[in-house]
């Protein structure tokens, strides 16, 4: 049995709907389970927050396997996905697949990237096997890189990123978790093509009918155009580091692993847009 956590959200969702196609037993382990996905035959368990670990033993007992959803933005995410490793151990879990970020490094320009290393560190110190899903960039995020006016802001320089559908991230987490020989291996999440900002301005003007430009900004001016949201320093930092890791080249590299493990190529930002117009309504149409 597989239980998997953020079912209530994008990524998760869809890796749900992917495992009962495959009739695949599950169990949802979720914050809300009003919000859950209404799936036939599947028991939903919620309460579950990650920093609740008895709640998140409780859902994952009896599960050979865990889907770990990494945590929304918050200032101790590491604790919560310790705390949620944690209460596999003690369930009994075998095995978890862990949702990570491209070229998760100690001192990667992302702040936010940082998390994920330190969690894949912690999943290795249990005896959990492990395999990770490092994604990059939701290729479904880039049309909300440009406000309503059209402009895309950020300190990206010239860099470029291998955007990658959640999609095809499930459909590799979907195979990872149902098929056997991903024990201890981390794999790459990318689309098949790394774009500039530019380049990704470009597309959405095609699609959305409507000039979407790309400024260059400092990452103190983008400190700055940032700071009226109110968000707190570490959130905006977080923000702000997403594009200069796109500058440092971090996000570039391009990876056959989607394509290996669902036999299928990657979804381009094209592709994306032309099934998708409702991700771009808010550029307005010409
Ligand atoms: N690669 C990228 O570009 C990128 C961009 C943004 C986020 N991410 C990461 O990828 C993850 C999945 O993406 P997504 O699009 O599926 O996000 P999403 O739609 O916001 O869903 C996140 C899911 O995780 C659950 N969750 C978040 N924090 C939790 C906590 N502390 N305890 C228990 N459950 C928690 C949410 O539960 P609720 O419904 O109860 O909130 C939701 O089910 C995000 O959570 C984030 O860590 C990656």
Redesign the pocket.
């Known amino acids: 049995m597989i239980a998997v956590?953020?079912?209530?959200?994008?990524?998760?969702g869809r890796v749900a709907a992917r495992l009962a196609e495959r009739g695949v037993e599950q169990r949802l382990v979720?914050?809300?389970p009003s919000?859950a996905p209404q799936i036939e035959g599947v028991e939903v368990v919620g309460g579950?927050?990650?920093?609740d670990g008895e709640a998140m033993r409780r859902g994952f007992d009896g599960a050979e396997t865990v889907f770990l959803?990494?945590?929304?933005e918050?200032r101790h995410r590491i604790d919560?996905h310790r705390n949620a490793v944690d209460a596999a151990v003690a369930a009994g879990v075998e095995r978890i697949v862990y949702?990570s970020?491209f070229a998760a490094t100690p001192d990667t320009a992302f702040t936010f990237g940082r998390d994920h290393f330190h969690t894949e560190e912690h999943i290795k110190q249990t005896s959990l096997r492990w395999t990770f899903l490092r994604?990059?960039?939701?290729l479904d995020?880039v049309p909300f890189f440009a406000g309503e006016d059209g402009v895309i802001r950020g300190p990206a320089g010239d860099g470029r990123a291998a955007v990658v559908a959640?999609d095809d991230i499930a459909a590799a987490a979907a195979a990872v978790l149902t098929e056997d020989g991903h024990e201890d291996a981390a794999y790459d999440m990318t689309g098949p093509e790394s774009l500039t900002l530019d380049e990704a301005a470009e597309l959405l003007t095609e699609a959305a009918g409507r000039p979407v430009t790309y400024v260059r900004e400092t990452i103190e001016e983008a400190r700055e155009s940032r700071t009226p949201s109110g968000a707190e320093d570490w959130e905006i930092e977080g923000w702000v580091t997403t594009y200069v890791a796109i500058a440092e080249g971090e996000l570039e590299r391009i990876s056959p692993d989607i394509e290996r493990l669902t036999g299928r190529r990657p979804m381009t930002l094209a592709d994306f847009l032309r099934e998708n117009p409702d991700s771009y309504s808010h550029l307005g149409a010409s």
């Open positions: 956590t953020g079912a209530t959200g994008a990524l998760g979720v914050r809300d919000r579950a927050s990650y920093a959803v990494s945590a929304g918050d919560l949702t970020f994604d990059n960039i939701y995020y959640r």
